[in-house]
């Protein structure tokens, strides 16, 4: 608050902020007052700090109401909002404390859906979209290094053009499967070497990221969901190392645990499974998932 607010003006503005918090007395669910009342507390705040005016109130009601519009089954411009105001890994960080070396988790994104298809261990997820093919490995453990047989495993990614098969109008059903670990945890798929893309930028949110001079561009990464009974479901990605965009993603996903070496393999290298890509480059990369214990 600026010093130019008179001790009068104060007085009438925190005498609301009290009314405001006692309108919710009588909220019978505990967690729910504290959560309404903490939001009133620091909504005032900020409307107070920054002297906010009418204008800027109503244009800030505009764009959460462009937002919803733009909203449907297929694309959740709020998740893209709270991605890039960096809320999304703010609550990741707090749900999801460091337990021994589990896996660190990450952004869930926009673009997940249910209901994808299952493969095979060593099946393909492309369906047919574009890009380098990537051959992905490893192991899912719990966080004492047993294995995790029938692990479930979610995947999904951005073809060679950056789109997910939710943003094409063809109702695709592409570069996304889900397949369950063998018996000793082991897993491996087929999928598409991860490159850069922005994010939906047509919108609200790729608006206000122009005004504040601010990419829309992610970092390369593959979505990894992992699920087994007992231990604690890892939303997560993985990203290519040496890509430029690793310390500018725009919704501040990238931990320096999840950047993996995505090994470059010559036109005519064997497949680890025999695959013949006649004469295509490749790449592969090992990612071994530690899940921690559920309630962690």
């Known amino acids: 608050m600026t010093d130019t607010v008179s001790v009068e003006q104060q007085a009438r503005e925190s005498d609301l902020v009290d009314r405001v918090l006692r309108s919710f007395d009588d909220c019978t669910d505990p967690r729910l007052k504290q959560v309404m009342q903490a939001l009133v507390r620091h909504l005032h705040a900020f409307v107070r700090e920054v002297r906010l005016t009418e204008e800027e109130w109503a244009k800030g009601i505009e764009f959460l ?40 988790a990450t952004v869930f994104g926009p673009f997940f859906i249910e209901n994808s298809p299952e493969i095979e261990i060593g099946g393909d997820i492309a369906f047919g979209a574009s890009g380098e093919p990537c051959w992905v ?64 930028h047509d919108g609200p949110v790729g608006r206000m990221l122009a005004a504040v001079g601010r990419s829309p561009m992610r970092a390369a990464h593959l979505h990894f969901m992992v699920s087994a009974p007992d231990q604690r479901t890892l939303v997560t990605h993985i990203f290519v190392r040496g890509d430029d965009l690793l310390d500018k993603d725009t919704v501040f996903g990238v931990k320096d645990s999840l950047v993996k070496e995505f090994q470059r393999q010559p036109a005519g290298t064997p497949t680890p499974d025999g695959r013949d890509l006649a004469d295509r480059e490749w790449s592969r990369v090992r990612f071994d998932i530690v899940l921690a214990p559920a309630g962690a």
């Open 137 to 200: 490995e490893g192991t899912v453990t719990d966080s004492r290094g047993n294995p995790l047989p029938g692990a479930r495993i979610e995947v999904w990614e951005a073809d060679d053009d950056g789109r997910y098969d939710v943003q094409y109008d063809d109702d695709r059903t592409a570069a996304r499967a889900h397949l369950f670990t063998d018996a000793q945890g082991r897993y491996s798929f087929w999928g598409i070497t991860p490159t850069p893309y922005p994010i939906p």
């Open 65 to 104: 109401t462009a937002t919803g519009h733009i909203t449907d089954a297929r694309r959740q411009e709020f998740i893209l909002l709270s991605d890039v105001l960096g809320a999304s890994m703010q609550t990741i960080a707090i749900n999801n404390e460091a337990y021994g070396d589990a896996t660190e």
